[in-house]
């Protein structure tokens, strides 16, 4: 783990591609570390990605400190994946120094066909999805 930057109130490490940035709150908040990553992989990858990543999946949804993860392929272009996943304040480090967070990034390269795109943010007082307030089911 490498801090590359550090204020009072923000902390930024650095992990392969992977950035989180961790806010450190007053104890009455939580902070829910919110990430999505497409993954562009190699055509003849498509078929096989979610194959390739599911002990990877399973693993991380295991984890104490995860919220969710969950994969979705593009109707428009199958090769590309999205990756949605979130983490509690303290879950995310120990996800990224995991063996098989260390194994997946060793193993995905293979069938990559450019490196992955990634947002990653932090969510004050949240810990679980928010219902759509411009559209309601009664």
Same mark, same amino acid.
């Given at each position: &783990?490498?801090? @590359?930057?550090?204020?009072?109130?923000? !902390?930024?490490?650095?992990?392969?591609?992977? +950035?989180? =940035? %961790? $806010?450190?709150?007053?104890?009455?908040?939580?902070? &829910?570390?919110? @990430?999505?990553?497409?993954?562009?992989? !190699?055509?003849?990858?498509?078929?096989?990605? +979610?194959? =390739? %990543? $599911?002990?990877?999946?399973?693993?991380?949804?295991?984890?104490?400190?995860?919220?969710?993860?969950?994969?979705?392929?593009?109707?428009?272009?199958?090769?590309?994946?999205? =990756? %949605?996943?979130?983490?509690?304040?303290?879950?995310?480090?120990?996800?990224?120094?995991?063996?098989?967070?260390?194994?997946?990034?060793?193993?995905?390269?293979?069938?990559?066909?450019?490196?992955?795109?990634?947002?990653?943010?932090?969510?004050?007082?949240?810990?679980?999805?928010?219902?759509?307030?411009?559209?309601?089911?009664?």
């Amino acid at each position: &783990m490498k801090i @590359i930057s550090c204020r009072a109130s923000r !902390k930024i490490y650095v992990y392969n591609f992977l +950035l989180i =940035l %961790v $806010d450190v709150l007053s104890p009455q908040g939580e902070v &829910m570390i919110f @990430i999505v990553v497409k993954f562009k992989v !190699k055509q003849d990858w498509a078929s096989k990605w +979610l194959d =390739l %990543v $599911d002990e990877f999946t399973q693993l991380t949804r295991a984890e104490e400190g995860n919220l969710w993860f969950e994969w979705s392929q593009s109707c428009e272009d199958p090769s590309t994946f999205v =990756l %949605v996943e979130a983490f509690t304040e303290d879950g995310a480090v120990p996800h990224v120094n995991s063996d098989h967070f260390q194994e997946a990034m060793a193993k995905m390269p293979q069938a990559l066909a450019e490196t992955p795109k990634i947002i990653n943010t932090t969510i004050e007082n949240a810990n679980e999805w928010s219902l759509m307030g411009e559209l309601s089911v009664e």
